[in-house]
Nanobody, 125 residues
């Protein structure tokens, strides 16, 4: 079993930055070299992919909506992944979730096996 806990959300003005963290624990995370992803869900909308990273960190992928403004990274020694978000826009407002999956990084939420509880990000104009 893998437990994921997000942190770092909050309220920020448009143009500002936030760094989200996701701390993972559980034997499976370390044993199976899991890929990790970030997703978000805005009120009244479906959950959408934001970014993903492979176990090694060498492969990353981003949604077009955040590409160039966000960076996903991981520190396997700390069992933690990060999402640095810059130039935030009001449309980035959502609950952000981290997720873990066996195998390589994926963009579909159905590809992921474990989920955190989410952290709220609110961007004011």
């Amino acid at each position: 079993q893998v437990q994921l806990v997000e942190s770092g959300g909050g309220m920020v003005q448009a143009g500002g930055s936030l760094r989200l963290s996701c701390a993972a624990s559980g034997r499976t995370f370390s044993d199976y070299e899991m890929a990790m992803g970030w997703f978000r869900q805005a009120p009244g909308k479906e959950r959408e992919f934001v970014a993903a990273i492979s176990w090694s960190g060498l492969s990353t992928t981003y949604a077009d909506s955040v590409k160039g403004r966000s960076t996903i990274s991981r520190d396997n020694a700390k069992n933690t992944i990060y999402l640095q978000m810059n130039s935030l826009k009001p449309e980035d407002t959502a609950v952000y979730y981290c997720a873990a999956r066996y195998g390589g990084a994926g963009v579909g939420d159905r590809d992921y096996h474990y989920w955190g509880q989410g952290t709220q990000v609110t961007v004011s104009s």
